[in-house]
């Protein structure tokens, strides 16, 4: 059993703060390192900004002296391992941006002082590790460190499956980094796996979301063919789910959205490129979830007869239901198509507060109609006085809702 170890977390967001926190679980001294000045003084006072992770889980390490957040890199010399979770996301032309990992990984070689265990946790495309992590740090640093990497795997807000029991990934450039950073996460993880090369682990990562990608595009594309039909998508998905075998079941809705979902599958296919091949599969099913909002903003369009002029409430803007991330979120499409069609919109989410510099508006206002993207357990519409409320989805508590993909629109 490994001793109590010092920790550093680049990076302490939704997958930074997480293995904080199951660092901490298991005794580890931790320091995040996030170069928001909002992010450590709120982790400091004892404030989680993460759903899922309490705040008493971040004051209690705060207060037993085991948890520190900074802003300050300098604060990683001395760690026995250190572990980078920046942002990977697209840059404004759809490519892999890597700028974030790599001014992480800059500055982290400029700190270390001893020969260190580097974990990256951050999904890239594979090879990252090895030819754009290891050159960076190795780069800034007179040391030769060790270097692994354990994609994660965190699904925000899934109550069923979190750290300790969600099986973890683990490769390394080396044996000896793999097995030191196997034995970190046995720590505070039920099941490590361990894989051969460091490449095979990135590749997995991507994969797994890419055959997510790929089956919600399917489930997309057959979504609108069974409404064509006239059949209801919903009905024919949960028969063919009584299945047991072989079978597993996506559900249309109004696009995809996240930092995972729409981003990893294009990290893939960049890297593709650069070997001269491209996934069709990828492409056809980018295009399939890209084309949702203005599918959805149509059946709209034509359920009301025409949006010109009419005033509609947005409901839930972020890209999942009882998460507050709006980061790729559908919402933003789906208000330029309603914009484009005529209609005078206005947004609402009960967990989203501000929103591209707006707050989330009052649900008893003026509204003609609502159209409810993403239905947060937390959504209370008793103050709704205006029109009908359509969905994307129906929602076996709302039966009033009209859904707009899984049913004909009234002709
Ligand atoms: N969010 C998820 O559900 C999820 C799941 C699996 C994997 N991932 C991957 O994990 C990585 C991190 O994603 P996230 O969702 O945690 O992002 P996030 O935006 O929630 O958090 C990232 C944090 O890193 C900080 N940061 C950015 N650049 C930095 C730098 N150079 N130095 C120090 N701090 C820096 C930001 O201020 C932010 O607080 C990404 O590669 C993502 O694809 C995310």
Redo the contacts with the bound molecule.
């Keep these: 059993m490994l001793g109590s170890m010092r920790v550093a977390i680049?990076?302490?967001?939704?997958?930074?703060l997480t293995i904080s926190v199951g660092a901490l679980s298991a005794g580890h001294n931790v320091v995040g390192?996030?170069?928001?000045a909002q992010?450590v003084s709120s982790l400091n006072a004892g404030k989680s900004h993460i759903e899922g992770i309490s705040d008493s889980e971040i004051a209690t390490g705060i207060s037993s002296g085991k948890f520190l957040a900074s802003s300050n890199y300098e604060l990683a010399r001395g760690a026995d391992l250190v572990v980078i979770?920046?942002?990977?996301p697209l840059d404004e032309s759809g490519k892999p941006d890597l700028s974030?990992l790599v001014?992480?990984a800059k500055?982290l070689g400029a700190v270390l002082d001893a020969s260190t265990l580097v974990i990256n946790?951050?999904?890239?495309h594979p090879g990252t590790l090895r030819e754009v992590i290891k050159p960076l740090v190795d780069g800034a640093s007179t040391l030769k460190h060790r270097y692994a990497i354990s994609?994660?795997?965190?699904?925000?807000g899934n109550k069923k499956f979190g750290t300790r029991n969600t099986p973890r990934i683990v490769g390394g450039l080396d044996d000896v980094a793999r097995d030191e950073a196997l034995a970190f996460y046995r720590t505070f993880c039920d099941q490590v796996v361990p894989v051969s090369s460091a490449e095979v682990a990135e590749a997995a990562k991507l994969f797994e979301n890419t055959f997510r990608f790929i089956n919600i595009g399917l489930v997309n594309e057959f979504a609108q063919i069974m409404a064509a039909m006239g059949i209801p998508v919903n009905e024919v998905l949960n028969a063919a789910a009584t299945k047991p075998y072989g079978f597993m079941p996506f559900h249309p809705n109004v696009g995809i959205g996240?930092?995972?979902i729409p981003?990893?599958p294009l990290y893939l296919q960049a890297r593709a490129s650069e070997f001269g091949l491209s996934s069709k599969y990828i492409a056809v099913s980018e295009e399939m979830n890209h084309g949702m909002p203005k599918f959805v903003v149509a059946r709209l369009n034509h359920e009301v007869g025409g949006l010109a002029s009419k005033k509609v409430l947005v409901v839930g803007v972020s890209y999942k239901a009882d998460i507050a991330d709006t980061r790729e979120t559908p919402a933003t499409p789906c208000i330029s198509f309603l914009k484009e069609a005529g209609a005078i919109v206005s947004w609402h989410d009960p967990i989203v507060h501000k929103w591209n510099g707006e707050s989330s508006s009052p649900l008893n206002g003026e509204y003609d109609l609502a159209v409810v993207l993403v239905a947060h357990s937390q959504l209370n519409l008793d103050g709704w006085k205006g029109g009908p409320i359509y969905a994307a989805n129906p929602h076996p508590q709302f039966p009033n809702w009209i859904p707009l993909i899984s049913v004909l629109p009234k002709n």
């Design positions: 680049i990076g302490q967001g939704y997958v930074g390192i996030d170069h928001s992010v979770a920046v942002p990977t974030l001014s992480a500055s946790e951050s999904t890239s994609p994660e795997r965190v699904d925000p996240g930092h995972c981003v990893d």
